[in-house]
């Protein structure tokens, strides 16, 4: 008796929406140019620090603690090669699509992932911003919905404007909101 | 009693809102009832002074939760303690009074009121905290009578709500007829809230006067759906493991028990350290005092696990009021959990091997946020969980409460033979070989022999997991089935999803699979290793119907 008011007619199958015909829009580009400054930057800086603990003249450090410290410079540094590698090929894979009522989310290199958030199951909506987001004018639009924490859905590297776009037309989505 | 209060107050009530013709009979009797608790506590209230107990009690509580950590202190320092009562006493003295001061300042400064839609509470004695409770937002009311409430006729009301940050608010002594009303009242505001279409007006009062009771009594019709013996209770302790409760009520007598049972032993002239040394006894001997100790081990536990089992489920009832579903049981502490079907977000039926062997199966209603609990007593009584019935009962049930569904008869589609190829081929047996030639390579054959065991097992259980993993869907639900020797059914209505998920690696793209996942409020169900087809058709069709439908998925 739940369900009875649902109906159900006879759709043309090729009309329906189908997940697999996505029309993915890329982040903004500043994102992953972004990202990659900052894993620089950090790594550069991680080599500096170590660099000016194994070469400061104040105290006298055993020699295997500095064989320690050079190579962790080696290991810093191929971890930030590889991270950059990897940020270079899967930054571009990500991206995000909007439709009439639901908003999707791909990512992934190896394994590829698409989370789609039916909008009538949003309960709230944060735009997060930290301070390198800040100086460079993009957003990450969070979602909540009653899934859980675990299960937050967010788009990073949104220009900001486009973010605000975003959260206007999910707030003025009929049936979002309201049930929550 | 209060009954009595709530027609009397009737009367002076008149409604700020304008009265229209049309009514229909539900509208006027939740408007009327609505009104009648707020004409009792518009005010500020204080609880009952049996208040006072419930604070103690939950003092203490606390504080043996605390003495865990200075029991083997006090173990150690026993005799002495006990022969000093100018140590003693002074301490024993102080803690009871704090204790009483305590409870009293709790009970003086919880404060409750009851306003339009809302229940406020005021409370804390140094923290002050000011809830705000609006009814709508109620997950869930659970009466609670504890054992030393039994005679008063007083019970905890606890209102829980779902949400991102845990709130809850529990109401200590209540009496247990206005506890109940309110109950309904609240639920009465989720009905009225989910009809909205309804008309909403209110019902001039004369009508309201004489609809009220016909409507009480119609509401207090129950349907019996469920119970359960004692017997199956016992047989629910031996299937599943229950020992937790029973351990958890008891943890601040463990290092009692744990002196004792050494105590015990010693005078037997057992020493366990003594009797595991290999220099003084073979292997064999050995190996069967292990086995010995493992057997008496799984009966005691077994004999734990019946006791918490009882504990939770004695006097174990289903009901069914309108569409309101409850559950009473326990032995001390008598719980009560009502759920709206509406609010019920996934089926889960249950069955380890042991219960394929007895032919029972562990049904479970689940609401949204009972994972936030985590495995606790506290989920176990919030959820609405039917404990070993026969599969005819089970079957009866699931009807009862979906019965548009078709689990008994649906068939199910098996995932993929990659996701064998997957665990098998690509993690087990890798790590199997790694193990095995490392073994080998220090002669450790011995070893390497006796690890084939683990392995295989493992490789069993695995072959098991996908000979279990199905899925299947109708028009309004979607089934899986899972398991590794047990097999447990999940079924949820589609509308319900909060969230999809497609996950693919670039393997499973080449062999055109896909990893399915459906969030819901009660939790994610996974079908893994699905075709590609299969899963987007899936997909598209929950996305669909949770699009298109505009029921309300709590």
């Given amino acids: 008796m739940h369900s009875s008011t649902f109906s159900n007619q006879l759709i043309d199958s090729q009309t329906l929406p189908d997940l697999e015909l996505l029309p993915k829009q890329p982040l903004s580009s500043r994102y992953a140019k972004t990202n990659m400054v900052v894993i620089l930057v950090s790594t550069i800086l991680t080599i500096l620090v170590v660099l000016a603990v194994k070469y400061q003249p104040f105290l006298e450090i055993p020699a295997h603690i500095t064989n320690l410290l050079g190579f962790a410079i080696w290991l810093i540094a191929a971890l930030g090669f590889i991270m950059i590698v990897y940020r270079r090929l899967a930054d571009p894979l990500k991206s995000y699509a909007l439709r009439e009522h639901d908003l999707s989310y791909s990512a992934g290199l190896v394994f590829k992932k698409t989370v789609t958030q039916p909008i009538v199951r949003i309960q709230h909506i944060e735009l997060k911003r930290g301070p390198i987001e800040r100086k460079v004018g993009l957003a990450t639009i969070q979602v909540f919905s009653a899934g859980g924490a675990l299960e937050t859905f967010q788009i990073p590297g949104l220009p900001l404007a486009q973010a605000q776009k975003l959260r206007e037309f999910i707030l003025r989505h009929k049936g979002s909101i309201e049930h929550a | ?554």
């Fill in chain 2, 1 to 554: 009693m209060p009954n009595t209060k709530l027609s009397g107050n009737d009367a002076a009530n008149t409604h700020e809102e304008t009265t229209s013709e049309v009514n229909t009979h539900e509208s006027s009797h939740l408007s009327g009832n609505y009104q009648n608790n707020q004409a009792q506590t518009k005010q500020w209230q204080r609880l009952s002074p049996i208040a006072i107990l419930f604070f103690a009690m939950s003092f203490i509580q606390g504080l043996f939760g605390q003495l865990i950590y200075i029991a083997p202190a006090l173990i150690i320092g026993y005799k002495q303690i006990t022969e000093n009562p100018t140590l003693w006493l002074p301490i024993v003295i102080t803690l009871l009074t704090v204790l009483a001061i305590s409870a009293v300042l709790k009970f003086y400064y919880f404060q409750y009121r009851l306003s339009k839609n809302t229940i406020e509470i005021r409370a804390g004695v140094f923290k002050k905290s000011h809830t705000n409770l609006p009814f709508s937002r109620i997950q869930n009311v659970k009466l609670e009578q504890p054992i030393y409430y039994r005679l008063t006729g007083y019970a905890c009301l606890q209102l829980d709500t779902a949400g991102s940050s845990k709130q809850e608010v529990k109401i200590a002594a209540l009496p247990l007829a206005f506890a109940e009303a309110l109950k309904k009242e609240i639920l009465a505001q989720h009905e009225k809230h989910n009809n909205e279409d309804c008309s909403d007006d209110k019902k001039p009062l004369a009508s309201t006067l004489s609809t009220h009771d016909t409507n009480l009594t119609s509401a207090q019709q129950e349907t019996l759906l469920n119970t359960r013996s004692v017997k199956d209770l016992i047989i629910h302790g031996v299937t599943s493991n229950r020992i937790w409760i029973f351990l958890g009520a008891s943890a601040p007598f463990f290092d009692n028990a744990y002196a004792f049972i050494n105590e015990k032993l010693s005078n037997y002239g057992i020493n366990l350290a003594a009797a595991f040394d290999l220099n003084t006894h073979s292997w064999l001997e050995v190996g069967l005092y292990a086995l010995t100790i493992t057997f008496l081990m799984m009966f005691a536990l077994t004999l734990f696990s019946i006791l918490g089992s009882v504990m939770t489920f004695y006097g174990y009832t289903l009901s069914k009021v309108g569409d309101k579903y409850i559950r009473r049981s326990g032995l001390f502490t008598k719980h009560e959990v009502t759920m709206r079907l509406s609010r019920l977000q996934m089926i889960i039926q249950k069955q380890d091997w042991l219960d394929m062997v007895l032919k029972r199966i562990n049904l479970k209603f689940e609401q949204s946020g009972a994972k936030l609990y985590g495995a606790s007593t506290q989920a176990l009584n919030n959820k609405i969980m039917v404990p070993s019935i026969t599969p005819e009962q089970s079957l009866q049930l699931i009807n009862e409460v979906y019965p548009e569904n078709n689990l008994s008869t649906v068939n199910f589609t098996a995932i993929s033979k990659h996701f064998l190829v997957r665990y098998l081929a690509y993690m087990l047996l890798p790590l199997f070989a790694f193990c095995q030639s490392t073994l080998l390579y220090t002669a450790q054959y011995e070893l390497a022999a006796s690890l084939i065991v683990p392995f295989v097992f493992i490789g069993f259980l695995i072959v098991m997991r996908w000979y279990r993993w199905g899925y299947a869907s109708d028009e309004h639900f979607i089934y899986v089935r899972k398991g590794y020797v047990g097999v447990d059914y999940y079924c949820f209505p589609i509308y319900k999803v909060q969230q999809t998920t497609l996950k693919q690696s670039i393997m499973m793209e080449k062999s055109q699979l896909a990893t399915t996942r459906f969030i819901l409020a009660a939790g994610t169900i996974t079908i893994p290793y699905l075709s590609q087809n299969a899963a987007y058709q899936l997909l598209n069709k929950t996305l669909m119907q949770v699009e298109s439908s505009d029921k309300s998925w709590m």
